[in-house]
């Protein structure tokens, strides 16, 4: 699966997203896009998924009508991202046109809200 890995999620899960064709979008380019034209340029260069630590981008944008599907964590932080790389790994398989993924990952620094 082509995947695009957000600006805001550490370059180091990059070579940890085994079988799929990982780019981020600092890579293309495309780091100063905001959301939507991110999402819009991401689908025109065939990208199948968008993995993002950004929660507020489901509310921005209307995903369901995307050729793209967007896996969104809930933690940013690249320790807890390498712990959880399964669950993130399993999101992406899941995800599909339009498929929103949440990936929740705990932080033990952080409670929960």
Known sequence: MK???????????????????????????????????????????????????DQNLTYQQNDRKRAIGLVVLTEINRRLLVVEVDRILTAIDRSGPGVYELVEIANPRRPRR
């Open 3 to 53: 995947v695009l890995l957000d600006h805001n999620l550490p370059r180091q899960l990059k070579p940890l997203l085994l079988g799929h064709d990982v780019f981020t979008a600092r890579e293309k380019g495309w780091d100063g896009l905001s959301n939507g034209n991110l999402l819009a340029t991401a689908e025109g260069a065939g990208f199948e998924v968008m993995v993002t630590g």
